[in-house]
């Protein structure tokens, strides 16, 4: 049996700079990524941790900006 990967949304903590496993640095808005050993150990380690989606800024419908 073969566990399944997952997407989570995940962000450096403050102040840290966290590397992909390609050597590009995280966003530090958070980005989708699909959780493996490699993120795992990360979020372990506390450099990496849950983000939430950034909300659309438009304004709700009947209401002014």
């Known amino acids: ?19 992909h496993i390609d050597g590009r640095l995280f966003d530090a808005g958070g980005e989708w990524i699909v959780l493996d050993a490699y993120y795992r150990r990360l979020i372990a380690d506390g450099d990496l941790v849950s983000a939430i989606p950034p909300k659309s800024r438009r304004p709700k419908k009947g209401t002014q900006a």
Not at 1 to 19: D, N
């Open 1 to 19: 049996m073969t566990a399944a990967l997952k997407a989570e949304r995940l962000a450096p903590k403050f102040g840290r700079r966290v590397r």
